[in-house]
């Protein structure tokens, strides 16, 4: 890999770690998560999962990656990841979407908290300190700053890592997740874009 494609997926993967996995009480940005329909100039329209079309304007400056897949064994104690989990009944975690941060992104959004990609949804961005196989998957030990999780991610859970993408992948079709802020009539204008690229999309 190229220096300028190892800083290129570096930032991106900065871009969006400080924006879509970190969550304040002071700022929480819309999630939008669909299929677009059209790139008309600086406006992206989205089909979004909730049967809705919305506008999300494109500053020149928003940043735009894609993801690639990854697989389960390259969870290593040591690694940064950041899952979204549900809670079961016995108060377990069990992950819906692991991503896994280069080690430029570590402790970026760390911590845990509540999300919004399904019933009783949270997302924890913390430090791998263990892995140990188990029948359901591997169980991961996770810790961060005040506190520490058990999750255990099943063999068939979505794991990715962060790769290059730009405005011309932005094609009709494709799945996308972006972060965003509500403006005027119902519009948004984009923080993060995540595209789907070489048939993988965004699982966040």
């Known amino acids: 890999?190229?220096?300028?494609?190892?800083?290129g997926v570096t930032l991106s993967a900065l871009a969006f770690a400080g924006v879509a996995l970190a969550?304040?009480?002071?700022?929480?940005?819309?999630?939008?998560?669909?299929?677009?329909?059209?790139?008309?100039g600086?406006?992206?329209?989205?089909?979004?999962?909730?049967?809705?079309?919305?506008?999300?304007?494109?500053?020149?400056t928003v940043a735009v990656s894609a993801v690639k897949s990854m697989q389960l064994s390259d969870i290593k104690p040591g690694s940064f990841v950041g899952t979204a989990a549900t809670t079961g009944t016995d108060g377990k975690l069990t992950a819906t979407e692991v991503v896994v941060f280069p080690e430029s992104a570590r402790g970026t959004?760390?911590?845990?908290?509540?999300?919004?990609?399904?019933?009783?949804?949270?997302?924890?961005?913390?430090?791998?300190d263990t892995v140990v196989q188990a029948t359901s998957g591997r169980n991961l030990k996770l810790s961060?700053?005040?506190?520490?999780?058990?999750?255990?991610?099943?063999?068939n859970?979505?794991?990715?890592?962060?790769?290059?993408?730009?405005?011309?992948?932005?094609?009709?079709?494709?799945?996308?997740f972006v972060v965003a802020?509500?403006?005027?009539?119902?519009?948004?204008?984009?923080?993060?874009?995540?595209?789907e690229k070489d048939g993988v999309a965004p699982p966040m």
Request: proline share 8%; hydrophobic share 40%; aromatic share 4%.
């Open 1 to 7: 890999m190229s220096i300028r494609l190892k800083l």
């Open 23 to 40: 969550q304040t009480p002071a700022a929480k940005p819309s999630r939008i998560r669909g299929e677009i329909v059209a790139l008309d």
């Open 42 to 60: 600086d406006v992206l329209k989205v089909h979004r999962r909730s049967g809705d079309t919305v506008s999300v304007e494109l500053k020149p």
């Open 109 to 128: 959004g760390e911590g845990h908290y509540s999300w919004d990609l399904g019933p009783n949804s949270t997302m924890t961005n913390a430090n791998v």
């Open 144 to 155: 961060y700053k005040g506190g520490s999780n058990d999750v255990t991610v099943p063999p």
């Open 157 to 176: 859970v979505p794991i990715v890592t962060f790769a290059p993408a730009a405005r011309t992948d932005l094609t009709p079709g494709k799945k996308v």
């Open 181 to 195: 802020t509500a403006a005027a009539q119902g519009a948004f204008v984009a923080q993060r874009v995540v595209v």
